[in-house]
């Protein structure tokens, strides 16, 4: 009652507060919805091809930039136990309606791993693309026309939904063709290996490391995890989170130690008609509960605002932010909230249940 | 409630001695005027009889037991003492009957009991039309009255009023004093009440009179003290 009655009675600095703190959080929601989304993504993409094991070369930080030769891609398809050798390529084109429009390659007998929503799989060198429904809806493109990447036409044939934005905003072509747009021929982005029933996956990671040094294997679902770029990712967004959120604790403790001093006497009052320490404890704490949770509704407030914006906006990737917080972000943040709001009150509150009533009484 | 004070001694930083050497006693339906100056240490005599502050030596006895092992101090001070102060301290964003209930809430008494007798006791204060009103909505006489109602809620033994009638005109600082002696006879508790009023004063049982924190004067009240001549609860 009284926590409550006290946010509302310095509303102005209550309110700004809660804005410092929603900042804090919004940031941290932003950043690890997006990372969160973007891996979901990736991931999707390596369990439709049902890759076992997936190759990349060994220095690159992203699928994008690993370069596997033809004569690897061989290498590979020699290994004992390896059943089948799928190659990817993949990378970014500029587009007029994104900069960043992912483009996928892959043989023509994969292409039915997309579930196609419309139209059928694309045809081997017959200028043919497969479009992502956010893609195809957001260029404004429907089946039978063409589409444009690096000056080259292609003729739109199916519309898939996977699920997954990322992969729902690019395109899907075969593979020469999508090599020729990107302009890396003889060489691959990702080798995706099927191993046979009876052979150990990890035999065959082992294999690769010690015949082919210059690439590097990995189970396929642990592939995301495991890449330079998104374990980059994953620390500057923690690092930054990690100061976004202390940033907030402090405001938050800053406002309650003001609210402290400037209720010094309110506080003897209530110690002397009985009122515990830790009674006053519990009453501050909930008071700066109350501001961390609503500064957590607003943090993921603005944060679904900003990623509509980043969304609406055009200057990402189709697919490459999320519109949506995901509901594990938003608990997870919350309960950081809580957390927060629990730390950044022990100080003020401390401080406020050891006055002496007395003394308290005597403040002006 | 016995009450009991034995050489009290209050000193503090910088050699200020705000009690020296005080001893007094007071029993159930008593009542006592603290008269003095200011600075006299009416005020720093009533915080060390109610547990507000600890006395440098001395000891305040409780019904022949030293008040600082009744643990925990603060729930014997809710149950047992009530306070009232010169300006009124309540709680300016909470309603006069918030207020009122702010003793009972360290003793886990339920929402719908701590309305019930904040009500009542309102009522017969005289401000049931106002206890949805915040303080800073009522005259300076309704809020001393509500004090007294929060002073009172808890039905304690012991009530101890520093100046309670200071800041009000004279029509509403009887109406006040009435009521607390009304309640102390009616409860046969015990009133302490510092006062610069003398005709306040007069109403008392006994009146101590102190200077530079020492008592100078113990008497008792030629009149008998009593309520005078308008009080009703």
């Known amino acids: ?17 809660l804005f410092g703190a929603a900042v804090g959080i919004a940031v941290f929601v932003v950043l690890i919805s997006i990372s969160l989304t973007v891996k979901a993504s990736l991931k999707s993409v390596i369990s439709a091809y049902e890759g076992d094991v997936v190759v990349q ?46 483009v996928f390659g892959i043989p023509e007998t994969f292409s039915s791993r997309f579930s196609l929503i419309r139209g059928r799989a694309f045809r081997e060198g017959a200028a043919e693309l497969l479009l992502g429904e956010k893609a195809s809806r957001a260029i404004g ?35 020469e063709e999508v090599r020729g747009i990107l302009d890396q021929p003889e060489v691959v982005n990702l080798a995706l290996l099927r191993v046979r029933n009876e052979i150990p996956v990890q035999e065959i990671i082992k294999a690769i490391h010690r015949t082919l040094p210059r690439l590097r294997a990995t189970y396929g679902a642990d592939l995301v995890d495991q890449l330079q770029f998104f374990r980059t990712i994953d620390t500057f967004a923690g690092a930054i ?42 009453s501050l704490l909930t008071e700066s509960l109350l501001i961390c949770i609503l500064a957590g509704v607003l943090g993921n407030a603005l944060a679904l605002f900003f990623l509509r914006f980043l969304v609406d906006s055009g200057i990402t990737g ?46 002006e | 409630m016995k009450l009991e004070a034995n050489v009290l001694v209050k000193d503090y930083e910088g050699g200020v001695h705000a009690v020296r050497d005080v001893s007094l006693a007071a029993t159930d339906g008593e009542t006592i005027a603290l008269i003095g100056p200011s600075g006299s240490g009416k005020s720093t005599l009533l915080n060390l009889l109610g547990g507000l502050d600890a006395p440098s030596s001395g000891v ?102 520093d100046e309670p009638t200071g800041n009000l005109d004279s029509a509403n600082g009887r109406q006040v004093m009435d009521i607390l002696l009304e309640w102390t006879r009616e409860a046969s508790a015990t009133l302490i009440v510092a006062t610069h009023d003398f005709e306040m004063a007069r109403r008392a049982d006994r009146r101590i009179r102190l200077r530079d924190g020492s008592i100078i004067a113990n008497e008792k009240n030629a009149t008998g003290g009593g309520l005078g001549i308008s009080a009703k609860l």
């Open chain 1, 241 to 282: 989170s990690l100061v976004a959120l202390l940033a907030s604790c402090l405001v938050v403790t800053n406002t309650l130690l003001m609210a402290v001093w400037a209720r010094t006497r309110e506080i003897g009052i209530l110690m002397a008609v009985g009122w515990s320490k830790s009674l006053i404890v519990r």
């Open chain 1, 318 to 363: 189709l697919g490459w932010v999320p519109v949506v917080v995901p509901s594990s972000v938003f608990w997870v943040s919350m309960a950081i909230c809580s957390i927060l709001g629990l730390i950044s009150g022990l100080y003020p509150a401390i401080v406020a249940s050891t006055l002496s009533p007395a003394q308290a009484l005597r403040q």
């Open chain 2, 60 to 161: 305040v006895l409780v019904d022949a037991k030293p008040l600082s092992l009744f643990r925990p101090l603060e729930r014997f001070r809710a149950e047992r003492i009530g306070f009232v102060f010169q300006f009124h301290h309540l709680l300016p964003q909470l309603s006069l009957r918030e207020n009122v209930e702010l003793p009972m809430i360290p003793l886990r008494i339920s929402f719908r009991q701590r309305r019930n007798r904040a009500l009542e006791i309102m009522a017969r204060l005289g401000l049931e039309n106002r206890a949805e009103f915040l303080p800073a909505r009522v005259s300076g006489g309704e809020r001393q009255r509500c004090a007294v109602a929060r002073a009172l809620v808890n039905s304690p033994d012991l009530l101890l009023a």
């Open chain 1, 1 to 17: 009652m009284i926590a409550l009655r006290n946010l509302y009675r310095n509303w102005v600095r209550n309110l700004l507060t």
């Open chain 1, 57 to 102: 070369s060994r220095r690159s930080a992203t699928p994008a930039s690993s370069r596997i030769t033809m004569e690897h891609m061989e290498a590979l398809r020699t290994l004992e136990g390896v059943a089948t050798v799928t190659p990817v390529v993949l990378g970014s084109v500029k587009t007029p309606w994104s900069p960043y429009f992912i």
């Open chain 1, 141 to 175: 493109v429907d089946l039978g026309e063409t589409v444009n990447l690096a000056d080259r036409e292609f003729a739109l044939v199916g519309i898939y939904a996977t699920g997954a934005p990322f992969i729902d905003g690019a395109a899907v072509g075969s593979l």
